[in-house]
């Protein structure tokens, strides 16, 4: 086999493996849920920058303004919208999942509901980085309520 042909038939190899890998993670992140309250509060975002959140504690580069109090009914139907699927639903807490279209990467959104505002947080299930998928789907339901 010739040198060109060899590496030809090693990289569509790679690209194989990598799509296959993505695969594989799209349907892990599946087995999940969102991780809830904890000490009343949203959990914490990880180290990893696919997560934004606007409880206190959250670092400057991840945290986002909560949401307006106001919209807190709205919320189910703004989700439903953007083309989220509403999984928990009580007086104060929402959650909700939203699946990729490639992959099916599944990113976890909660709503708190607090005394004076709606702590929210976005988070990927799986992966390191997001491309600012979370920051960007909170902007959305933000921009969504301002309508």
């Known amino acids: 086999m010739s040198i060109i042909r060899t590496g030809t038939v090693t990289l569509i190899g790679l690209a194989a493996l990598a799509v296959g890998g993505f695969a594989a993670l799209g349907q892990y992140s599946k087995r999940g849920s969102a991780p809830g309250r904890v000490d009343g509060a949203l959990a ?3 180290d990893s920058p696919n997560c934004v959140s606007s409880e206190a504690g959250t670092a400057p580069a991840r945290r986002t303004p909560p949401l307006p109090l106001e919209n807190w009914e709205v919320l189910p139907g703004a989700i439903a919208e953007m083309g989220g699927t509403v999984t ?3 007086a104060d807490y929402i959650a ?3 699946t990729s279209r490639t992959f099916g990467f599944v990113d976890d959104l909660e709503l708190r509901r607090a005394e004076d505002a709606v702590h929210v947080r976005s988070a990927s299930r799986v992966g390191h980085s997001d491309n600012g998928v979370n920051a960007a789907r909170v902007e959305d339901l933000r921009a ?3 309508v």
Do not use: T
């Open 44 to 46: 914490p975002c990880p």
């Open 88 to 90: 928990r639903q009580e």
């Open 96 to 98: 909700a999942e939203f």
């Open 144 to 146: 969504r309520l301002a």
